[in-house]
């Protein structure tokens, strides 16, 4: 099993690179457990391991995210059920706030997915939902902050000037990718702790060292997706997993959790099968919303 499966490993710096699964599989990565250290905390351990924030501690529910106790067993939840989406360019999934790369094959190299994590809008200030494309690429970006985030800042008792020159102090980082929707781009960030967070005016930031290595690989005119998978259903080795995420906020104010979907989706997945659902490993999976792949199959 754990042959089949590559544990992830460094590209450039930063990126987590797998291959792509055999043809009716949708899994990748493992799950890899640590021991924690007073020396650092679960915001460190998931920047070393290219994990986000809300991701690192809903996979440690018990941990202190400050000050874990030593050697307390701790879980780096870095294996993942590929979005319900064309493997092609980048598929942003927003209850997940993770982005994967499919980079196209070419030459020696074999089919591969990159994947980090990023920070998309808070709920006043959505990330939307769509297809579109980079249009234009820029390193060491100025920022002109837009009217309605200066008022914003103004409101809060903080000025914002009307450019914001390339250097530490600059909220793009040194990389930006600009996208079809007037006034969203991926880029770096110079508050790298808030990545895996709700905390953008609808930017999708990446760790510095994420936006570095993801920079050169996509040209001008890739696709982008941005996708609302909360639950994620994916094969593996002939067994359906399922990767539960909560649904975003705006949503769960709105119509609360709702599993009829997936219910609709796990039915639908095991028809042909002779595979019967686990709905108790299902429900667990679904009131947890830990983010990491359960199977939730049995056979007849």
Sequence with gaps: MLASVLLLHAVDSGAARFPLPADGDDLIGEIQLEKATRSETLLDVARRHDIG???????????????????????????????????????????????????????????????????????????PLGETRIVSKQRNPSWRPPQSVRQEAAAEGEGLPQLVPPGPD?????????????????HGTNKPWGVGMR?????????????ASLFPKVPVGTE???????????????????????PLTEERNDEGLDFSRLTEGVITALEASDLQPDWQALKIATLNHQGIPVPISTEQ
Aim: with cysteine; net charge negative; hydrophobic share 35%.
């Design 224 to 246: 982008v997706r941005i996708i609302n998978e909360p639950y994620k259903l994916g094969w593996l080795d002939g067994r359906l997993y399922v990767e539960a995420h909560q």
């Design 53 to 127: 924030q809300e991701e690192i501690q809903l996979a440690n529910p018990g941990l202190d995210r400050w000050l874990p106790e030593e050697s307390e067993p701790l879980l780096i939840p870095s294996r993942y059920i590929l979005p319900e989406a064309r493997r092609e360019g980048l598929v942003l999934n927003l209850p997940e706030m993770r982005i994967y790369h499919f980079p196209p094959p070419g030459g020696k190299d074999a089919a591969a997915v990159d994947t980090y994590p990023v920070s998309i809008g808070r709920m006043d200030w959505k990330t």
């Design 170 to 186: 600059n909220p793009l980082g040194e990389y930006a990718l600009y996208l079809g929707l007037s006034g969203y781009l991926l």
């Design 199 to 211: 905390v953008s005016h609808g930017c999708i930031r990446l760790y510095p060292e994420d936006i």
